[in-house]
């Protein structure tokens, strides 16, 4: 999208030099693609340097230095090592990473029908002003309010024996994997709820309308055409939060210190505990091999997307 | 194919009225164009019948069954949006089929049916084209596809046409109306365009702020306007403000500053006027029904305007001239070529008048 800005830039500003140069040189074509392609590179540079700076260098670096052992030379040994200590950690990262997403998915999609389909103004207006708030909450923050509400003597537990719903002797901490997952799911569905009802408010009405009137129910019109029609839109939130959730460390290491964790608390014990930056570059590899797989499966979804247009 | 009643029917957004007790009676296999400018509640009403816009007080029926509260999804309607609303995921057979779908229709019959529409509407070959393939005349097509292949009690057509160019428009009218004669489909059309409620329809209810201004088939409303509104709407937009007095079987005009005294007939063949006795009246005629006369060339059994050309212009067939008499301009149509600046005397034969009480004429139009 960002692609044309540069190059219609770099054409405009050529004419400078251009009108400057005119010192009666017949070969134009040559001083013409001279400046063109200066400008260009010139306009573009940049952004180009701040990306290979903050981004390309560090990432590559820390790819580079998987592969490399303390006294510099190759080795797959940090690979073969971060495998064999942490290969169920990565399982569990992917699992619950996954199971949090089809969450956010299910629950953002709700949220947007509802803000969308729904009827009573009173309720959509309510959940339009309380789904958001989550977004403004940190990471760290909402770990610890987890920590508190899912505590076996929590919150949570508290109110479901205060209602009578649950004995006290069946109380039971909630902080283990489904703590993350939860915490996941609540810090994210807002985020992907927006961008979802955004898409799903900027459809043309009547394509709703067509469908009820022939004769289609509230749930149905949700799954059969106002799903399809943001698909995109819901795809790109989901790998987006796939990816966040990926990079978290405070919300594991808060919730679900112990062993399985994710492969984020890995990292940083490698690196505070044993000052070991090789593996911990090889745990981070798998960490972009996971990014990188959604990526794909993005980047594939969206040419065909593309083509069907 | 099926009836729909609607009575004393009101609706209002937020407080202001949309609709004003309007009742309405379309018979089963009719073809009923609401027609009105914009904000006067056709397509409000067109929503009610559909169900998409609650009701305040009233009532509907569709085929004798009360539908004056029952979700758009329980009403046997099938709606044509002007925007298309195809749904984009979908291809064309897809979309025609969908309707039966949500019937649960076997897959077999189903097939059948969606060919059976794409041959009607003229879409053969394209059933597993995507519909955001198609041109706007086949999008069209599909949508009225979609809404015939459930074959619903009433078919509702929201200004099915206006996004379409002018020549694909045309073939639409035409092709909308014969399918839906030989289907013997109920519908209700709302348009903003009075050619196409004019050739579309069986019969055509002009609507103003909210009411009823007249109902009756094409000829009825074009020949006998109930009131200045609809003459204006019609095209009887040149006005002119008269001193005159209804006899039994003539319409006396007294003399004006720009004409003489003159007595007309009344009836089929004559005037039109809809008041008792003498007073002001606003008479109404159509460009293309009067004619223009040179100065001195007066006929006897008409009115005459004297005036001025300020205005030519050649929209093809027939010159159209803008004739000043004393302060208004009328638009005239005249089969002979004049010079701008020349004297000339409208002839408004008395077939071509109609004539309304100047106050109520005022009231209606505000």
């Known amino acids: 999208m960002s692609a044309p800005l540069p190059t219609e830039a770099a054409g405009r500003p050529a004419a400078l030099p251009r009108s400057r140069g005119g010192d009666g040189a017949p070969a134009l074509p040559a001083a013409r693609t001279g400046p063109d392609w200066l400008w260009g590179v010139l306009l573009v540079l940049p952004a180009l340097a701040m990306v290979a700076l903050f981004f390309l260098y560090p990432l590559g670096l820390s790819a580079v230095s998987a592969f490399q052992g303390r006294d510099g030379g190759w080795t797959l040994a940090n690979v073969v090592k971060a495998f064999e200590l942490y290969s169920l950690d990565m399982a569990f990262t992917l699992a619950i990473v996954l199971l949090s997403s089809a969450l956010v998915a299910v629950l953002s999609v709700a949220i947007g029908g509802y803000l969308t389909l729904g009827e009573n103004r009173v309720a959509v207006t309510l959940l339009r002003w309380l789904y958001r708030w989550p977004l403004f909450i940190p990471f760290i923050v909402a770990a610890q309010m987890m920590r508190s509400f899912l505590a076996k003597n929590g919150l949570m537990n508290n109110l479901l024996i205060g209602g009578g719903v649950i004995e006290p002797l069946q109380a039971a901490s909630l902080l283990d994997w489904r703590g993350v997952v939860v915490t996941f799911v609540w810090k994210q569905t807002p985020f992907v709820a927006l961008m979802v009802a955004g898409a799903m408010a900027s459809l043309d009405r009547s394509t709703i309308e067509a469908a009820r009137d022939l004769g289609a129910g509230r749930l149905r019109i949700l799954a059969e055409i106002v799903v399809p029609q943001v698909r995109p839109t819901l795809v790109v939130g989901l790998i987006l939060s796939f990816v966040t959730m990926l990079s978290v460390m405070s919300v594991p290491m808060m919730i679900n210190p112990n062993s399985p964790t994710m492969i984020t608390v890995d990292m940083a014990y490698r690196i505070n505990a044993h000052g070991d930056y090789g593996v911990a570059n090889a745990l981070g590899f798998v960490s972009y091999a996971m990014a990188g797989l959604v990526g794909w499966f993005y980047l594939r979804h969206g040419v065909r997307q593309g083509g069907a247009r | ?366």
């Open chain 2, 1 to 366: 194919m099926a009836e729909l009643h609607v009575e004393n029917l009101t609706v209002a957004y937020g407080g202001s009225r949309v609709l004003n007790g309007v009742s309405l009676h379309v018979r089963p296999g009719e073809f009923v164009a609401l027609l009105g400018s914009s904000g006067c509640g056709k397509t409000t009403l067109l929503r009610a019948v559909s169900g998409f816009v609650p009701v305040d007080g009233g009532r509907i029926a569709i085929a004798g069954r009360d539908v004056t509260n029952a979700p758009p999804e329980r009403r046997d309607t099938a709606m044509v949006f002007q925007s298309y609303a195809l749904w984009p995921h979908m291809t064309t057979a897809q979309n025609i089929g969908y309707g039966l779908k949500l019937r649960r229709w076997p897959r077999p019959r189903i097939a059948e049916r969606v060919a059976e529409m794409l041959r009607l509407l003229k879409l053969d070959g394209l059933a597993d084209r995507n519909v955001t393939q198609l041109s706007g005349g086949q999008r069209q097509r599909v949508a009225l596809g979609r809404a015939l292949a459930v074959n619903p009690d009433i078919l509702l057509l929201d200004e099915p046409l206006s996004n379409l160019d002018a020549r694909i428009r045309l073939e639409l009218r035409y092709e909308i109306r014969a399918l839906q004669q030989r289907l013997g489909i109920t519908a209700v059309h709302v348009t903003h365009d009075r050619e196409e409620a004019m050739v579309m329809a069986d019969r055509i209810v002009i609507l103003n702020a909210g009411s009823i201004a007249q109902i009756g088939t094409p000829e009825e409303i074009y020949r006998r306007p109930a009131s200045a509104f609809v003459a204006s709407f019609l095209g009887a937009d040149n006005v002119v403000p008269l001193q005159a007095t209804r006899t039994e079987r003539t319409l006396e005009i007294a003399a004006g500053p720009d004409h003489d005294a003159v007595s007309l007939p009344l009836g089929e063949e004559g005037a039109r006027v809809e008041m008792p006795g003498s007073g002001p009246v606003a008479a109404h005629f159509r460009t293309e029904s009067v004619r223009l006369a040179a100065a001195g060339q007066v006929p006897p059994d008409a009115l005459v305007l004297r005036g001025r050309i300020t205005q030519a212009a050649y929209p093809g067939g027939r010159w159209r001239y803008g004739v000043a008499v004393g302060g208004a301009v009328f638009l005239v149509d005249d089969d002979d070529r004049r010079t701008v600046g020349d004297a000339v005397a409208i002839v408004i034969p008395p077939s071509a008048l109609h004539c309304f009480p100047l106050r109520r004429e005022a009231a209606g139009t505000a």
